[in-house]
């Protein structure tokens, strides 16, 4: 039988606070077999995770999937680099906007899409503290704004 839908090991939360989310981008990831073991017990980490463009190939650095821990000597490295799977037409855009701009590759989340292996990646500006205060204070105006309403629907005032 096999696997249908979405099912979710692990997401970058950071990414979102640290980046301005410009464009996403769904990469099948190139793993060998302990990998896709180890994944499917919902164990790595997004956490230091970054994309690069060598040579018109996409890789992953910094990905953490610990050892399988039914593997033997064919085990692999943890933090290797993994080259990601994209259409060659997505590669150049990727190509021209990261070079042209300071923008860079952030995996947000990673997840099973019918039993194959897939990356969010999302195409992303840094931000500045200032801006991460500005996102700050705008979604705790925004929490306080409901909070009223959803009060004042109940008849509390």
């Not at 099912?7 to 410009?22: D, E, F, G, P, V």
């Not at 060598?54 to 039914?70: M, N, T």
């Not at 290797?80 to 060659?88: A, D, E, F, P, V």
Request: net charge positive; proline share 2%.
């Amino acid at each position: 039988m096999k696997e249908q839908g979405r099912k979710a090991i692990a997401t970058n939360r950071k990414a979102r606070h640290n980046y301005t989310i410009l464009e996403t981008y769904e990469a099948g990831v190139a793993l060998v077999g302990t990998e896709v073991k180890s994944l499917r017990e919902g164990k790595a980490s997004l956490v230091d995770a970054f994309a690069t463009i060598d040579d018109g190939e996409v890789w992953l650095r910094g990905l953490h999937i610990p050892e399988y821990g039914h593997g033997s000597w064919t085990n692999h490295a943890p933090r290797r680099s993994r080259k990601l799977l994209l259409h060659r037409r997505e590669i150049d855009k990727l190509t021209g906007k990261t070079k042209e701009s300071s923008l860079t590759l952030v995996p947000l989340s990673m997840y099973f899409a019918d039993g194959k292996v897939k990356v969010e990646l999302a195409l992303a500006r840094g931000k500045q503290d200032y801006d991460k205060r500005q996102d700050l204070a705008r979604r705790t105006a925004e929490r306080e704004v409901t909070r009223e309403l959803g009060r004042r629907i109940k008849g509390m005032r």
